[in-house]
């Protein structure tokens, strides 16, 4: 066996061991006042696997989330944290939305223009901050934390005065034209053909950073900048071409969602996505090809927090604890750099060697 | 009314202290935490903790003040734990603060949950709000006494805090530390300062203030808790922060700056502008005078 892929597989399975060892820390306060504490875990960890419709909502939940994680790692990848991404999901939903009702139907190929213009326009939402730091130093992620805002209620002009429904009780779009939906999968869930979108864009990214020479170039330009600039690489360019990859994924995944998802365009506050992306690229190590089981991971346990909220009365806002404390817990260096991990990695690498 | 009318009446006044005083709590705890190299981007979730940790215990004790004790308790308790991630456990600052405003958006909202049984808002509560302070002697000055007089006893506690923050840093030890600390932690080991314990005492102070904001919003800005209330105001406060230059009365300049875009913001509203384009500019603003200003260090880059 290679002796680096049982080293990783080391690494693997105590990053698993930690992840059950939190979930279980933050859900116990919650199981033990209940009638039932076996109850309520049962139906956190075993619930989302009960039925393949269930399943099929944990796919459907990390749809979104796969893009914005795939966002994020190629926006980090490039070295700027760059947070632009949340809002770039919320145009990018908001503009797909105004081509599906502006524009004149296309077709069988009406949502793949409304997909288009959704990650062109969401784009913007990490191009500028990029755009602003590159050429006038100002720090990129303060810019993009307050753009978000910017934009935030920028979209929500552009919907109530352009889309709104006049006959809708609240502040929402018109009716998306069904031709401009995109196709369900799974009778029961919301799942569509969004998630088949996601995993191959997760694919391609994977494929353009580890096996092209411009994904080479990106890495070396994000791990040191100083190397870049002595292989004489144009780093400039190259970080710009990242954050307008990540904003024009990060539009789409907000394209995806409403198209697939919802009848119309009701967003007046930031979805959220975004973060969540963040939280993915982390959990994945910032690797495309990690990003669909870290996600999948985390519909898993928004599923099991429904399931929560359902049957047992418990909140399913529990699983936001949950993530936070599983950020901290797999990027702690205290558990991943410990000198014991560290050892038994070193004597496994060694007995390979040996043999 | 006439756009001159509404600069100089005294509501608008009031609304430019009103709206600058949570911002202003926040911002001088990020600068807090700045300068001692932990950047506290969970100021967002330290504010909403401290905003329902007060309407829960001022309703639950009768007290305004005992709530706002416990805001701040909880704010302070939260920075402890951001800086045991962060030292103790070796995890990302960044990443840290990301958690906490994760941890504090859900956890607030089950908080409301189990202390009320709704989740969105803290309506049904008898929650205490902080009173208004007449200043006495000074309200009876003709013109000035009416603008001075009778804000929020926190936002009188923001502006006194200015100087004292400025004064802590520049004078006292344990600014000094900090500063040692922010600038170059391996150095300030040499001389025997424990980076750990002024990065914890940074964030808890941090946090402290963080509390106090979040106070302010649900027992003074309005009498209730609602999910997630704080709107992106720690977000705003850290663009504040960095507009401040790292200074005490430079933030209290950007705060001022911001402040007073927002209460155009709110006003311009009356005159049948939309709404939603107003509710831009503060968010606009830190973005223009921030680029501005890092434009203008790189042409001259003799610069801090």
Redesign the interface.
């Known amino acids: 066996m290679n002796r680096a892929l049982l080293a990783g597989l080391v690494r693997l399975a105590i990053t698993l061991a930690v992840i059950a060892a939190v979930i279980l820390a933050v859900l116990i306060p919650f199981a033990l006042p209940h009638d039932q504490p076996g109850a309520v875990v049962a139906a956190f960890l075993l619930g989302p696997l009960s039925s393949v419709r269930h399943l099929g909502n944990v796919a459907e939940y990390a749809t979104p989330i796969a893009f914005t994680g795939l966002a994020a790692t190629v926006v980090f990848r490039s070295g700027l944290f760059n947070l632009g991404i949340e809002s770039g999901v919320f145009l990018g939903g908001l503009a797909a939305t105004a081509a599906a009702l502006l524009l004149p139907s296309f077709g069988p190929f009406t949502p793949l223009v409304a997909i288009i213009v959704g990650a062109v326009v969401g784009s913007i939402s990490c191009v500028i901050p990029g755009e602003l730091r590159l050429r006038w130093d100002a720090p990129e992620m303060v810019t993009s934390l307050v753009l978000n805002f910017a934009i935030l209620y920028a979209g929500v002009f552009f919907l109530n005065y352009y889309l709104r429904d006049p006959a809708a009780g609240s502040l929402m779009s018109y009716r998306i034209p069904a031709d401009a939906r995109l196709d369900r999968l799974l009778s029961g869930t919301r799942l569509n053909s969004g998630a088949i979108v996601a995993l191959a864009a997760c694919l391609t990214v994977g494929i353009w950073l580890y096996f092209t020479r411009s994904g080479l170039n990106l890495r070396i330009v994000g791990q040191g900048p100083a190397f870049a600039a002595h292989l004489g690489l144009p780093s400039r360019r190259i970080i710009m071409q990242a954050q307008l990859v990540g904003g024009l994924i990060a539009g789409m995944a907000g394209a995806i969602q409403v198209l697939g998802l919802y009848p119309r365009f009701s967003w007046t506050q930031l979805p959220g996505l975004g973060w969540t992306g963040i939280i993915i690229a982390i959990l994945a190590r910032e690797n495309p090809f990690y990003v669909v089981p870290a996600a999948l991971f985390l519909g898993y346990l928004q599923v099991g927090g429904d399931f929560l909220a359902r049957d047992i009365g418990i909140p399913s806002e529990v699983v936001g604890l949950v993530t936070a404390a599983i950020m901290l817990a797999v990027t702690a260096s205290a558990i991943f750099q410990h000198p014991a991990v560290l050892r038994l990695i070193r004597r496994i690498r060694r007995v390979e060697a040996a043999q | 009314m006439t756009g001159l009318a509404i600069i100089t009446d005294p509501a608008t006044f009031a609304t430019v202290l009103r709206v600058m005083t949570p911002l202003l709590i926040a911002a001088l705890g990020i600068l807090i935490s700045d300068r001692a190299g932990v950047f506290n981007l969970g100021m967002e979730g330290m504010m909403l903790t401290g905003a329902l940790a007060g309407v829960l215990v001022s309703a639950w004790t009768g007290s305004a003040w005992l709530g706002l004790s416990a805001a701040i308790v909880a704010g302070g308790l939260i920075g402890a734990l951001m800086a045991f ?1 962060v030292n ?5 600052l ?3 603060g ?6 504090a ?3 607030t ?2 908080g409301l ?1 189990f202390a009320t049984g709704d ?1 969105g808002m803290s309506g049904a509560l008898r929650s205490g709000v902080m009173p208004s302070l007449d200043l006495p002697f000074v309200r009876d000055i003709p013109g000035i006494g009416p603008l001075v007089s009778g804000h929020n006893v926190l936002t009188y506690g923001a502006l006194l805090a200015v100087p004292l923050i400025s004064l802590m840093m520049a004078r006292t030890a344990f600014g000094l530390r900090i500063r040692a600390v922010g600038v170059d932690p391996k150095a300030a080991a040499t001389v025997g300062i424990s980076v750990k314990l002024i990065q914890l005492q940074a964030l808890v102070l941090s946090g402290m203030l963080g509390g106090m904001a979040g106070a302010y919003l649900s027992m003074g800005y309005v009498s209730w808790f609602a999910q ?1 209330m704080t709107a ?1 105001r720690g ?2 406060a ?2 504040i922060e ?1 507009m401040g230059m790292g200074t005490a009365w430079g933030t209290l300049a950007a705060t001022i700056v911001i402040a007073i875009a927002e209460t155009l913001a709110i006003t311009m509203q009356t005159f049948g502008l ?1 709404n ?2 107003m ?2 500019i503060p ?2 603003v ?2 223009v005078i ?2 501005i200003w ?2 203008r ?2 042409a001259r880059p003799a610069g801090r």
């Open positions: 991630a103790g456990l070796g995890a990302n960044i990443i840290a990301i958690a906490v405003n994760l941890a958006s859900s956890g909202t089950l949950f989740k997630d992106g977000f705003i850290i663009a960095v939309p939603e384009l509710q831009m968010y606009v830190p973005i921030l680029t890092t434009a260090g790189r």
